[in-house]
């Protein structure tokens, strides 16, 4: 049984830009996730991971194709909001994905309000929980975000998209904006939840070394397409693809990729 699956997903949009034209940002993609799977999307940038994965939690909607979960059609708005209480997403802006003004506690608690998880008196006992399992003490609930690190911010967006117990998270470069020594640690973090809360990941990243180290299996996009698929070790280490070869090659000695990021190091 798999989590979250897309079915021959296209995606085009109309840009206006000397005349009226049509782009193909997605074009065919199908992907599958299995439980406690971590399933990598790499490719340049406007390559189409990141709008395949807005698509896949209904941030955009597929020119045509078919988002499922847990084999069954997300067709509906009350099906969409079903599949957010068991797939979040985790931006890659660890800062402007929280609002300024909103204490962290705050922000925490909305998902649960929003999906009517629990009764506000039990709110900020699960928002103390949350901030422990990422590794945050109490207090910063009642920080704002500037008052937190790049690394802090990332925890607590990791903890927000938690409170709705979710089977599945999409990571959206997720690291890429922190220095490696934090990196490492946030890698580490994502890799203890996702084996003590059984978790699913979708991983998009540039950063090819950090998909070797933390993915079961990846998926290389190019213009939209995926041009190949296989077990991580497989397509790292024997590349069918041209694209595939060549992003390869651009990653100093890629046959010791985890050597700078293995998280107990840092």
């Known amino acids: 049984m798999t989590t979250v699956e897309a079915r021959d997903i296209v ?11 049509t782009v193909t940002a997605v074009k065919g993609v199908t992907l599958h996730v299995a439980p406690g799977e971590t399933v990598g999307l790499v490719g340049e940038s406007g390559s189409g991971k990141t709008t395949l994965a807005r698509i896949l939690i209904g941030i955009e909607s597929a020119t045509s194709g078919e988002v499922l979960y847990d ?5 509906s708005a009350r099906d969409w909001r079903e599949l957010r209480r ?20 705050d922000a925490l608690a909305e998902p649960l309000a929003i999906h009517r998880i629990c009764p506000p008196s039990e709110r900020r006992q699960r928002v ?18 500037n008052q937190l690190s790049g690394g802090q911010r990332q925890r607590v967006n990791l903890a927000r998209a938690l409170m709705l117990e979710p089977r599945t998270l999409i990571c959206d470069e997720i690291v890429s904006g922190l220095d490696v020594s934090i ?28 998909v070797r180290y933390l993915c079961d299996r990846v998926l290389v996009m190019y213009l939209g397409e995926v041009v190949e698929e296989g077990p991580t070790a497989t397509v790292f280490d024997a590349p069918r693809h041209s694209y595939t070869r060549s992003l390869l090659s ?14 107990d190091q840092a």
């Open 11 to 21: 995606k085009t949009f109309t840009v206006h830009r000397n005349g009226r034209h």
């Open 71 to 75: 084999g069954r059609p997300i067709t």
């Open 86 to 105: 068991h797939v979040q997403y985790v931006f890659q802006d660890p800062f402007t994905a929280l609002c300024p003004t909103m204490r962290i506690g």
């Open 128 to 145: 103390t929980r949350m901030l422990d399992l990422v590794g945050l003490h109490p207090d910063v609930a009642r920080r704002l975000p």
């Open 183 to 210: 990196q490492a640690q946030v890698l580490q973090l994502l890799l203890d939840l996702q084996q003590r809360l059984a978790l699913s990941l979708i991983f998009i990243s540039h950063d090819l070394r950090v």
């Open 250 to 263: 651009a990653i100093p000695d890629h046959s010791r990729p985890q050597s700078a990021l293995q998280p």
